[in-house]
């Protein structure tokens, strides 16, 4: 009969090596203790810092309960339409730069401000000639700064058209800016009944 060979004998590596890969599991586990205890403290604790690899930053994490609000700018032609005007005429930043930047300035109350920036950038650019490049921006009379609801479940791709929206500032293109105060979006009965 053959006799079976032994086991190998376990070694100091072999054990550090077993510590570092239960290490490595218990680290990637650990933002699981997020979510034992009382539903309140659970909740405080998600937002307290971010907990990767099961990110909780209440940009991932937040129940946006079917809608989102954003302060915007939008340009308003001689018949109605809505055009999107480029961030260009706010600031020389990229287009996520710009719009926190935005978001900023309304919430401080400086809608006024960020609505006579983007008339006066339009107007300059009609009269260099630049307005050439943006053929549907030309066509902008009145620029205004709103704070828009959009709700997922009812948007249309393509559409402009928020669910709501509150006006906190006009101006028309080449004249003054018109502040009309915090923009507060009017309550519904969707944001209730979710």
Do not use: W
Not at 56 to 73: E, K, L, N
Not at 127 to 134: I, K, L
């Amino acid at each position: 009969m053959t006799e079976l060979p032994s086991s190998p004998r376990i070694t100091g590596e072999d054990v550090l090596t077993l510590a570092a890969l239960a290490g490595l599991a218990a680290l990637a586990l650990s933002p699981l203790r997020h979510y034992v205890g009382p539903p309140e403290q659970v909740a405080k604790e998600k937002h307290r810092r971010d907990s990767f690899p099961l990110s909780t930053f209440p940009m991932f994490s937040d129940d946006r309960r079917g809608r989102i609000v954003v302060p915007h700018v939008i340009g308003i032609t001689a018949d109605g339409r809505r055009v999107a005007p480029h961030h260009r005429h706010f600031g020389a930043g990229g287009l996520n730069q710009m719009r926190r930047q935005l978001a900023r300035a309304v919430r401080q109350g400086r809608a006024g401000a960020v609505a006579q920036r983007y008339a006066d950038s339009l107007a300059a650019d009609r009269a260099t000639g630049r307005a050439e490049r943006s053929p549907g921006e030309r066509a902008i009379t009145q620029v205004r700064v709103v704070r828009s609801r959009f709700l997922f479940d009812r948007y249309e791709p393509g559409s402009l058209a928020p669910h709501t929206e509150a006006l906190a500032a006009e101006c028309p293109v080449g004249g003054t800016a018109l502040a009309h105060g915090t923009a507060r979006l009017p309550r519904h009965q969707e944001d209730d009944a979710r």
